[in-house]
């Protein structure tokens, strides 16, 4: 059975079609990945997944393991194992960034009929996530997001990620905007992250995020539909030939 | 001379004897600018939004020697590593030694010894009107801080100023003087707190000077803590030589009427002021914050960055006004407000302003009333928070950012714990995020 299923999903903003038509299923311990260009539909996708406001669905449907998606509000979702890595993370200035991931990850825990952790219990699971994916410890303390460089932002995204140990991570563009050296870090942190309770959708404009986060399936998404899925190898034909041959032949 | 000018003045009692001449003069002075000009009025730009009618017909006092407040602080705040001064309606303490590198002293001890060393000093940085005026003419103590060129102070020092209000209204006056060395770095607390006593109004009229000299840096954390019955009329004067800078958080947590006129003036070339602030209003509160930043020198920076937390029928008033004179080429002047309304019934007047008289400048102002931010809320959200929650952990960190980078973190986490205190959900919100 699939973790994620979306079909017929149909999304307007504002009276504009911008997904029109996408089918999906992502089984679990999968990780998938949807390239396109600018405009293609791509975060739409992403912030539609994660109960973003202001997107209408007018038709189709979105299930977590054979759950309504759509009914639920984004603090839901996340207690049922839905995350996004944000394409722009958000700035927090006045809380501190593991005060902050306490009340998410006790929010989430509370929610999922677990016990919440105390401060003593938080830190230590705290200092172990960020072992994991290689957060520098001074990220910890400072405000969420605030000042940091966006390399430390994706980092910080992937941080949240281990900590909420979501059973579907949604990442958003988390190559943008990043050299080659932070683009290794994030991905070690996501790979470290791949399990077979957990499914992944890589959401990329490059195809060079694919080197260092190897997917199952890819799929093409060109003006709100996916129009070719494949293996691994597609990525490197999309490389050669670009988008514009599929867009003719769309 | 207005009745009421007079009522306030006569009731006051003559000013203290014994000082130096120069100081009588300068109380002198205080009280004729008194006289001709009265106080102030809505008719002034500067107090269009605030009114001290109530204040002016108050029948304040000057406090009988209250018995000292350190006990009762020391059992009130959690030790925060900082070297620690408590002063009574006016009246200061000193205990134990002060960290290495600055000297502490009573200004009615320095005025009693060698009066000259302040001849020069005091009315350098707040000019001699309205309410500064009136704690011109009728202090009788405070303090002295002179940090040594070249020191870097290992401990912050924190005045911990304690209004104590009796059966009948009580005024206090109390003063500061800082004097920052050439290349010396220090941080500041001033903490404002009421002890519980009588329920009678209780007038702080203080005045803050601060000199910081060349290349030295002085971080200055000022909170009040207010109540209904507490009256604050606050002046903090600065002055920057060159390349000094100045960083500023000033946390104004409600009271009947907490007001504070900030003057800053940048003397030499390449200096540098952060000012920032935040201020929360309940029931029927009013806040008053008042900045002034004169770029008379060359190269100099300064971002004013205020925000407010506006809820039940509180009342605030943010006014900046940043000048820019024709000499200060290549300054660049900043000023933000922002304000968030929790009730409709709450009031906030802001105007940022500037004024440029030179081409060569970088300067914006602006000021916003708003709601949440909504991708701070849906970020929270996203990660499992739910809406009400994470609403309060943002109206919390709306204001508690303006305590970010401060160390040492006793002194952040000091503020935060006031700010907890009285935020709606204050105890769900320390929870949820320590």
Redesign the interface.
């Known amino acids: 059975m699939s973790m994620l299923k979306i079909e017929g999903l149909h999304v307007e903003v504002e009276g504009k079609a911008i997904l029109k038509g996408i089918d999906l299923a992502i089984a679990p311990g999968e990780v998938h990945a949807i390239m396109g260009p600018n405009g293609s539909g791509k975060s739409t996708l992403s912030h539609v997944l994660?109960?973003?406001?202001g997107y209408d669905v007018t038709a189709g449907t979105v299930t977590l393991d054979g759950e309504d998606l759509l009914e639920l509000?984004?603090?839901d979702?996340?207690?049922k194992g839905v995350?996004?890595a944000?394409q722009y993370?958000?700035e927090?200035?006045?809380?501190?960034n593991v005060?902050?991931?306490?009340?998410?990850?006790?929010?989430?825990r509370r929610?999922r009929g677990q016990d919440e952790l105390d401060?003593v219990a938080f830190m230590k699971y705290a200092r172990q996530k960020a072992e994991t994916v290689k957060l520098p410890k001074d990220l910890m303390k400072r405000?969420v997001n605030?000042g940091f460089s966006g390399g430390e932002k994706k980092r910080n995204e992937i941080f949240?990620m281990a900590a909420?140990e979501p059973r579907l991570a949604i990442l958003d563009e988390t190559d943008s905007g990043l050299d080659i050296d932070a683009l290794r870090t994030v991905s070690e942190g996501v790979n470290a992250l791949r399990s077979p309770e957990r499914s992944m959708l890589v959401i990329t404009h490059y195809q060079r995020l694919l080197d260092y986060i190897v997917p199952d399936r890819i799929h093409v998404l060109l003006d709100g539909r996916i129009v070719k899925s494949g293996d691994k190898s597609l990525a490197k034909e999309l490389e050669a030939e670009g988008y514009a041959e599929l867009r003719a032949g769309a | 001379m207005s009745e009421q000018t007079e009522g306030l003045l006569s009731r006051l009692g003559d000013p203290p004897a014994g000082g130096p001449a120069w100081l009588d003069g300068l109380r002198e002075r205080a009280r004729t600018h008194l006289a001709e000009e009265g106080f102030p009025g809505k008719r002034r730009e500067r107090w269009r939004f605030t009114s001290v009618k109530d204040v002016v017909e108050t029948p304040f006092a000057r406090p009988d020697a209250p018995s000292s407040a350190r006990a009762w602080v020391d059992e009130r705040l959690a030790d925060d590593g900082a070297w620690r001064v408590v002063e009574t309606d006016g009246r200061v303490e000193l205990d134990g030694a002060p960290p290495e590198g600055v000297s502490v002293r009573r200004i009615a001890d320095v005025l009693a010894e060698e009066p000259a060393a302040l001849e020069s000093a005091l009315g350098a940085a707040v000019a001699g009107e309205e309410f500064a005026a009136l704690n011109a003419a009728l202090f009788e103590d405070g303090l002295l801080v002179d940090v040594a060129p070249g020191a870097q102070l290992a401990r912050p020092v924190h005045l911990v100023h304690v209004a104590c209000p009796a059966e009948a209204p009580r005024a206090a006056y109390p003063r500061l003087l800082v004097r920052m060395g050439t290349g010396s770095e220090a941080t500041l607390l001033e903490s404002f707190l009421t002890r519980p006593g009588g329920d009678a109004r209780h007038l702080t009229n203080a005045v803050a000077e601060v000199l910081v000299g060349a290349n030295a840096g002085l971080t200055h954390v000022r909170l009040t803590e207010g109540t209904d019955d507490a009256v604050q009329l606050a002046y903090l004067g600065v002055r920057l030589q060159r390349d000094a800078r100045f960083d500023s958080r000033v946390v104004a947590l409600g009271g009947g009427l907490c007001r504070l006129e900030l003057t800053l003036t940048f003397d030499g070339p390449g200096a540098e002021a952060r000012l920032d602030g935040a201020y929360h209003v309940d029931n029927s509160e009013h806040v008053d914050h008042q900045l002034t930043v004169i770029h008379r020198a060359p190269r100099c920076t300064s971002r004013v960055r205020y925000r407010g937390l506006l809820d039940g029928q509180g009342h605030a008033v943010f006014n900046a006004i940043g000048v820019v004179e024709r000499d200060a080429a290549g300054s660049s002047a900043h000023q933000e407000n922002k304000n968030l309304l929790l009730s409709d019934e709450a009031t906030v007047d802001t105007k940022p302003q500037l004024e440029i008289d030179c081409d060569d400048v970088t300067a914006s102002h602006g000021s916003t009333v708003g709601a949440l931010d909504?991708?701070?809320l849906?970020?929270?959200?996203?990660?499992?928070?739910?809406?009400a929650?994470?609403r309060d952990?943002?109206t919390?960190?709306?204001?508690?950012?303006?305590?970010?980078g401060i160390q040492p973190e006793a002194i952040a986490q000091r503020a935060r714990t006031a700010i907890l205190a009285r935020l709606p959900h204050g105890d769900a919100i320390r929870e949820?995020?320590?």
Do not use: T
């Not at chain 1, 994660?50 to 406001?53: D, K, L």
């Not at chain 1, 005060?99 to 989430?108: I, P, Q, R, T």
């Not at chain 2, 919390?396 to 970010?404: I, M, N, Q």
């Open positions: 994660a109960g973003r406001e509000d984004p603090e979702r996340a207690a995350f996004l944000f993370p958000v927090i200035p006045g809380v501190s005060y902050f991931l306490k009340a998410a990850v006790n929010a989430v929610a401060a405000s605030s949240q909420l | 909504a991708q701070q849906f970020y929270l959200r996203s990660r499992g928070v739910p809406e929650r994470a952990i943002l919390y960190a709306f204001v508690s950012a303006v305590l970010d949820a995020l320590g």
